[in-house]
């Protein structure tokens, strides 16, 4: 598994940024697609995905501790398609 620090060291190697410089714009860059999809924005790049908001109605579950049948209420989830580009690379 590679984590933020992990991706930062790789942008570096690639590109020669300073790693202090690297970050910021990083969380920058998470800060607003977490931002724009809590306000029902779809954040697109080409070539990679596309982040948006997914709204789920109400539905029955079941506690899975007591088996006690329970209502789940309407909320609303982020999701992320990934390309088709991103698709066929991980195939």
């Known amino acids: 598994m ?8 790789l942008i ?5 940024i300073t790693k202090k410089t690297i970050a910021p714009v990083l969380d920058s860059l998470f800060d607003n697609i977490v931002k ?7 954040v697109s790049f080409v070539g990679f995905g596309k982040f948006s908001a997914k709204h789920r109605d109400a539905y ?3 506690n899975p501790a007591t088996g006690e049948t329970m209502t789940i209420e309407a ?4 999701q992320f398609k990934a390309s088709d580009n991103f698709k066929n690379a991980v195939r």
């Open 12 to 16: 570096n190697k690639d590109t020669g």
């Open 75 to 78: 909320h609303t989830v982020p």
């Open 60 to 62: 029955s579950g079941t």
């Open 36 to 42: 724009l999809v809590a306000d029902d924005e779809v």
């Open 2 to 9: 590679i984590n933020k620090n992990g991706i930062i060291d």
